[in-house]
């Protein structure tokens, strides 16, 4: 297959934490997002959550007024949400698990047990002219149900293999990283478009980022953390060098 260039989407939700946690304006996600594009990032993704824990309905307003790149926005299903999609239209909607107690997305989507609900769920979205993925687990049975509801995207979780990683469980991680290329390869034969993103680093993106079917990957969290100590530009472009010298590497 030809190998296509690999997007960065750089996720901006925990400048909105570092904002909330002292309230008022600064630092602002929206000035996050402006230098992420002019870094390279290729999209800005931002997660609204039900209880406005980072990102606020502000931020998603002014997203969509300043951003030149796509906008990726991450949401759980639920009507208030869908409500928000459809009035902003976003170049595109990833449908996350979402449960108030959490720190973080802790896993997949479970796509094959609320099937049908999710097929309803997605549809006006869709209409609509948004780019609807799924962020799943690297798990045959839930690519094949996100392929049966109409997705177009699916965004596969890639924190297992980084847990496994950090913790030095490297026959684990070797397990999980086999896994996430065997499903990378399975979706693309479905016509699914393939994201991947969760818990991703220096250390860990090269192997994901040389998987060709892969289209973009979703960064966020080690990126505004590493930008405390360098810069969020310099964040950026490290990252973006890493992922490009891992897919050039697997074309050669």
Not at 71 to 88: D, G, K, S, V, Y
Not at 110 to 127: C, G, K, S, Y
Not at 164 to 185: C, F, K, Q
Not at 197 to 218: C, I, K, M, Q, S
């Amino acid at each position: 297959m030809a190998t296509e260039k690999l997007r960065l989407g750089v996720n901006i939700d925990h400048v909105a934490t570092v904002r909330n946690a002292r309230g008022g304006a600064y630092p602002d996600p929206l000035r996050a997002a402006k230098i992420a594009e002019e870094a390279g990032a290729d999209g800005i993704t931002a997660h609204l959550r039900e209880d406005r824990r980072h990102i606020s309905d502000a931020d998603i307003d002014g997203l969509m007024e300043v951003l030149s790149v796509p906008l990726n926005f991450e949401m759980a299903a639920t009507p208030e949400m869908q409500a928000i999609a459809l009035r902003h239209k976003p170049h595109a909607v990833c449908i996350v698990p979402e449960r108030r107690e959490e720190r973080t997305t802790e896993g997949g989507l479970e796509v094959a047990r609320e099937e049908n609900q999710l097929a309803h769920f997605i549809a006006p979205l869709r209409d609509a002219g948004c780019r609807v993925s799924i962020f799943i687990a690297a798990d045959r049975r839930q690519i094949e149900a996100a392929h049966r509801i109409g997705a177009q995207v699916i965004e596969l979780h890639t924190g297992a293999y980084c847990d496994a990683h950090a913790e030095g469980r490297l026959d684990e991680r070797d397990v999980e990283l086999a896994r996430l290329r065997d499903m990378s390869t399975f979706a693309h034969s479905l016509g699914l478009e393939v994201h991947a993103g969760h818990g991703l680093t220096y250390d860990t993106v090269g192997p994901v980022a040389a998987f060709p079917e892969v289209r973009e990957l979703n960064i966020g969290h080690f990126i505004i953390g590493e930008a405390i100590f360098r810069g969020l530009a310099p964040a950026i472009t490290e990252m973006r060098q890493i992922m490009d010298a891992a897919r050039a590497d697997q074309v050669a």
